[in-house]
């Protein structure tokens, strides 16, 4: 049985539920905050309700937004319209961001088929794209789903019916990670680096 007050087992069972914290961590958070000088609970509470309240997604490429308008990259008129990177999730985006160098706009899918999990090209954001693509202005889709055969699967259902709109579609390259030694890297990543390859520019 517990010795802790019903609020603190409260927050430490709300906190197991996330991934990578267990029992422990969380309660290690929670002894944490309770320590924490003035407001520091009280503003992490307003924080997750702020974010249960006002985060929604992008109406027009599905990124997270707030209070139902466009996020901050649709908002953005300095990105190019030009250019579409379909994505499988908010989080697949940001990576792509933090890497830099890409400004054209995106397109969040939400997942990638599954057929076996039920997940069919309906239960994505895939009408929605056609219709973004259909207004026109779009020169290029560069599918980046994941290197996993859902997101195979998914970027060629997309490239089947998008090539047809005479819009150049890309794939991101597969290859070796940076600072990788070949030894270490597995047969199919290999393969598919070789097959991807590129003529050498000094
Ligand atoms: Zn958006």
Not at 126 to 137: A, V, Y
Request: charge should be negative.
């Amino acid at each position: 049985m517990s010795y802790l007050p019903d609020a603190l087992e409260t927050l430490i069972g709300e906190l197991t539920r996330l991934p990578g914290i267990g029992r422990k961590t969380a309660q290690r958070l929670v002894f944490c905050l309770l320590r924490a000088p003035g407001e520091a609970p009280r503003q992490l509470a307003e924080a997750l309700e702020r974010v249960a309240r006002d985060v929604t997604f992008c109406p027009r490429c599905f990124n997270l937004a707030e209070q139902g308008a466009l996020c901050k990259i649709c908002a953005d008129p300095r990105r190019r319209e030009a250019v579409i990177c379909v994505v499988e999730t908010p989080t697949d985006l940001i990576a792509i961001e933090r890497a830099g160098g890409f400004d054209g706009r995106y397109h969040v899918l939400g997942g990638a088929i599954n057929p076996l999990e039920g997940v069919g090209p309906e239960d994505l954001h895939i009408d929605d794209l056609i219709s973004r693509l259909q207004e026109g202005g779009v020169e290029e889709l560069i599918l980046a789903s994941n290197a996993t055969l859902d997101g195979d699967t998914t970027a060629l259902y997309l490239a089947r019916i998008v090539q047809p709109l005479g819009i150049a579609v890309t794939r991101l390259a597969r290859g070796l990670p940076m600072g990788g030694d070949l030894e270490f890297a597995d047969e199919h990543t290999i393969s598919r680096a070789l097959q991807a390859r590129t003529r050498f520019e000094s």
